[in-house]
């Protein structure tokens, strides 16, 4: 059985499907599965029109010349025709729960379009018993075909040499810089902290302009540095040095900036918030998306005792990267493959 795996969304300035898609493409690969790449380079998927395009009318060609058994749709959308059956993972719903910011045509398509698409699929992955039972309060879908598979974390995080850098401690929060994720909870919360920077490592959208605005505004964008989408290399070296990772978010499917802070080690704090807990487990304190206070004092404790800090994340730093791994959710997706082709 030959598979065709969608991968286009891992082009350009991925984020954390296209970390989902690189990351089962190997994982597949290593496992045995015989996989096909679909992808087509000269299409740029963060442009609403080409991601249409490629959704819809070049995806369904790409898997017919590459003549695959079965079409994984990694990156949460589904052509409406495809003469293969289709596995699709989706990763949360948050264009119906946290999106109503967006363009009406892009809250469409990926909002209720793609929520009609599920009932097609032969097997549907989520990534977290929250994305599922979420995805169920949306949707007539029968749940026996809808199973819950953890994304892995690169071992490249997972082999990360800690060295955090006391001169000029910093506080790390990667994603990209939009509503849900809450970068100003963290801005809030710095200004309560001295001596402690943030660093935001991820794309931008026209949110990025309120956070700037908001560090004007509480006299701490001199501590306050936007890097934008960044390259492997200095994500990585970004994990080695940080002081503490950050992940306020107000909704995520996952959390891959929480799960890459556990695998490498990086003493944590994040939301207690839709599938935060999930993911965090017990390796890292939850606090209230919406309380200030309560983060300010939980970045002041980790200033002022980072070796302890350091210990605890590295106790949990094995059980993660176990919990993460690749290769089990590769198992997961072969077998989901070897269902949707007998179905």
Same mark, same amino acid.
């Given at each position: 059985?030959?598979?065709?795996?969608?991968?286009?969304?891992?082009?350009?300035?991925?984020?954390?499907?296209?970390?989902?898609?690189?990351?089962?493409?190997?994982?597949?690969?290593?496992?045995?599965?015989? +996989? +096909? /790449?679909?992808?087509?380079?000269?299409?740029?998927?963060?442009?609403?029109?080409?991601?249409?395009?490629?959704?819809?009318?070049?995806?369904?060609?790409?898997?017919?010349?590459?003549?695959?058994?079965? !079409?994984?749709?990694?990156?949460?959308?589904?052509?409406?025709?495809?003469?293969?059956?289709?596995?699709?993972?989706?990763? *949360?719903?948050?264009?119906?729960?946290?999106?109503?910011?967006?363009?009406?045509?892009?809250?469409?398509?990926?909002? %209720?379009?793609?929520?009609?698409?599920?009932?097609?699929? /032969?097997?549907?992955?989520?990534?977290?018993?929250?994305?599922?039972?979420?995805?169920?309060?949306?949707?007539?879908?029968?749940?026996?075909?809808?199973?819950?598979?953890? %994304?892995?974390?690169?071992?490249?995080?997972?082999?990360?040499?800690?060295?955090? *850098?006391?001169?000029?401690?910093?506080?790390?929060?990667?994603?990209?810089?939009?509503?849900?994720?809450?970068?100003?909870?963290?801005?809030?919360?710095?200004?309560?902290?001295?001596?402690?920077?943030? !660093?935001?490592?991820?794309?931008?959208?026209?949110?990025?302009?309120?956070?700037?605005?908001?560090?004007?505004?509480?006299?701490?964008? *001199?501590?306050?540095?936007?890097?934008?989408?960044?390259?492997?290399?200095?994500?990585?070296?970004?994990?080695?040095?940080?002081?503490?990772?950050?992940? %306020?978010?107000?909704?995520?499917?996952?959390?891959?900036?929480?799960?890459?802070?556990?695998?490498?080690?990086?003493?944590?704090?994040?939301?207690?918030?839709?599938?935060?807990?999930?993911?965090?487990?017990?390796?890292?304190?939850?606090?209230?998306?919406? *309380?200030?206070? /309560?983060?300010?004092?939980?970045?002041?404790?980790?200033? =002022?005792?980072?070796?302890?800090?350091?210990?605890?994340?590295? =106790?949990?730093?094995?059980?993660?990267?176990?919990?993460?791994?690749?290769?089990?959710?590769?198992?997961?997706?072969?077998?989901?493959?070897?269902?949707?082709?007998?179905?």
């Amino acid at each position: 059985m030959r598979v065709g795996l969608d991968v286009q969304l891992a082009r350009g300035t991925a984020t954390g499907i296209g970390e989902y898609a690189r990351g089962l493409l190997a994982a597949l690969r290593a496992g045995g599965t015989d +996989v +096909v /790449a679909l992808e087509a380079a000269a299409v740029d998927p963060w442009r609403f029109d080409r991601r249409v395009l490629w959704d819809q009318i070049l995806l369904p060609l790409a898997a017919r010349r590459a003549r695959v058994d079965v !079409v994984h749709c990694a990156s949460g959308t589904m052509p409406l025709v495809c003469d293969r059956p289709i596995v699709v993972t989706v990763h *949360d719903v948050a264009w119906h729960r946290a999106q109503a910011h967006a363009r009406p045509y892009a809250r469409a398509y990926f909002g %209720p379009f793609a929520l009609a698409r599920y009932r097609a699929a /032969a097997r549907v992955l989520v990534d977290s018993e929250f994305s599922r039972d979420e995805l169920l309060a949306l949707a007539p879908l029968d749940p026996a075909r809808i199973e819950v598979v953890y %994304p892995g974390v690169a071992a490249d995080v997972a082999n990360v040499a800690r060295a955090p *850098d006391r001169e000029r401690p910093f506080a790390l929060a990667v994603g990209t810089v939009e509503v849900r994720k809450n970068l100003e909870l963290a801005i809030r919360a710095l200004a309560g902290v001295p001596g402690l920077r943030l !660093v935001s490592a991820g794309p931008p959208t026209p949110y990025l302009q309120r956070c700037r605005a908001l560090a004007g505004e509480l006299g701490v964008d *001199d501590r306050v540095e936007f890097r934008g989408y960044v390259d492997r290399a200095t994500l990585l070296e970004l994990y080695a040095r940080a002081t503490v990772a950050l992940v %306020p978010s107000r909704y995520e499917g996952f959390g891959y900036g929480a799960a890459q802070a556990l695998v490498a080690g990086v003493p944590l704090i994040a939301a207690r918030s839709s599938s935060l807990p999930e993911v965090v487990g017990g390796g890292a304190p939850l606090l209230d998306p919406g *309380d200030v206070i /309560a983060w300010s004092a939980a970045l002041a404790a980790v200033v =002022a005792a980072p070796e302890a800090a350091d210990a605890r994340a590295l =106790a949990g730093r094995a059980g993660s990267a176990a919990r993460f791994g690749w290769a089990q959710a590769a198992r997961a997706a072969a077998a989901a493959y070897e269902s949707a082709a007998t179905r």
